[in-house]
């Protein structure tokens, strides 16, 4: 009968088991890692707090030859990433001027697996363009003009990408199809002295695959990626997008060009005059050479008819002449460059989920989805904090002995009088 009494003890000890913790992995990065900007390469080292068995490798590129080190049997881990690998991002910068070096670095302290004891750095290195000053020494016998001059600092950009609209915030995670906002910003010191025009955008996936989404002149290229941008003020451009993925890969990484300019007083900021974007990859997004009629027919029946009238010499020139007048309609914003430097940014395109057909209709829908479902669970579940559990299981156990030892001592009783 002791033994029965136990039976319920071992049962419960039994189902607590599983809420037993993991043991993590005995190590660490020890300090901050030790960063080497070099001339062609960065070296990135880190200490460790034990002997390092894993991986240093680029992040989403752990398979890539050159992008991975493996290192075992010393307290120090590293890599070098010469600036031509593993995709490794270089950016101008106007403010101040010179050229950051960007990549991700991701160490991992189990030989297969990412555990919660490894870690992701964002390494950048700035290598500032050197100032030359020239001069020479001059005799000058009358009265001499002193020259006093301010410099004012370019504008400092940056790329984010918002949810829902040009007020939300930067988002890192996103469902395919879900709305957000491209948008380009540039602070500067000063007021209606500079204008900026975005161009030159393209996404990649980490890997290599690139897609060109503005062209040079700043206009989209496919109205189902990025229609043409709207410029709400003289340093903002912006544009509403849905967000989409590579078939095989989640990361989706931003690079565009601002190219700033000298505003002129009393003159509106240049802008890109662009066509309507035809989508799907067709390259219709250039700007436009002639006045737009519906259907969209005004350059292209000028060009058949001067081809049937005399196609052996009109047909060459025709372009050549739209291209010039192009050039000065839709380039003024690049005859007033002050410079141009690169913004990046970068989000990740979660798959699609199957939800009911009630929920689509609403932009909340996959969170009310979830909602209903933690309501309705919390209808017929409870839920603990730890501590709180923690507590319980504690008095839970302490019930259990103390009714075990009852139990014991009364049987021990029963038995002695039995003997007597």
């Known amino acids: 009968m002791a033994t029965d009494a136990f039976l319920p003890f071992c049962f419960i000890l039994a189902l607590l088991a599983p809420w037993a913790d993991a043991i993590p992995v005995d190590n660490g990065v020890e300090g901050d890692p030790e960063i080497e900007c070099g001339g ?32 075992s049997g010393r307290q120090v881990a590293g890599i070098t990433l010469p600036f031509d690998s593993c995709n ?97 910003t540039c602070d500067t010191e000063t007021t209606d002295t500079f204008c900026m025009v975005v161009h030159s955008c393209f996404v990649d996936d980490g890997n290599g695959d690139i897609v060109n989404v503005l062209n040079e002149n700043g206009c989209a290229l496919d109205k189902y990626i990025l229609n043409n941008l709207e410029y709400p003020s003289d340093l903002m451009a912006g544009q509403e997008a849905h967000v989409y993925k590579y078939a095989d890969r989640s990361q989706l990484f931003y690079q565009c060009q601002i190219t700033i300019s000298i505003k002129d007083p009393g003159v509106e900021c240049a802008r890109p ?45 025709r372009p050549r002449v739209l291209r010039r007048r192009f050039r000065r309609e839709t380039n003024s914003w690049k005859e007033h460059s002050a410079g141009t430097m690169d913004v990046r940014t970068e989000i990740n395109a979660l798959d699609i989920i199957e939800i009911p057909q009630s929920f689509i209709s609403s932009p909340h829908g996959v969170y009310n989805a979830r909602q209903d479902q933690l309501n309705e669970a919390g209808e017929n579940h409870f839920c603990l904090d730890k ?29 002695v009088k039995e003997g007597l």
């Open 273 to 317: 005059q662009c066509e309507e974007p035809i989508g799907r990859g067709a390259g219709g997004g250039g700007p436009s050479l002639s006045g737009k009629k519906e259907g969209g027919e005004a350059a292209v029946a000028p060009a058949a008819a001067a081809t049937t009238r005399a196609p052996a010499t009109t047909a060459p020139v």
């Open 40 to 71: 062609s390469a960065i070296t990135i080292n880190f200490n460790t707090q034990n002997t390092f068995e894993g991986h240093v490798y680029v992040k989403g590129l752990y398979n890539e030859p050159g992008c991975r080190s493996d290192e």
């Open 387 to 415: 501590t709180y559990f923690s507590v319980s299981v504690a008095l839970v156990m302490v019930l259990i002995l103390t009714s075990s030892t009852v139990s014991a001592i009364l049987i021990m009783k029963r038995k």
């Open 88 to 184: 490794v991002a270089r950016t101008r910068s106007l403010n101040p001027r010179g050229i950051f070096v960007t990549t991700t670095v991701v160490i991992s302290f189990h030989p297969n697996f990412v555990t919660k004891v490894d870690r992701a750095y964002k390494i950048q290195c700035f290598y500032m363009e050197a100032d030359k000053t020239v001069s020479a020494q001059i005799e000058v016998s009358d009265l001499t003009t002193a020259f006093q001059s301010q410099v004012v600092p370019m504008p400092i950009c940056r790329y984010d990408i918002l949810a829902g609209g040009p007020t939300g915030e930067p988002v890192q995670f996103a469902q395919i199809g879900e709305q957000v906002y491209h948008k380009w």
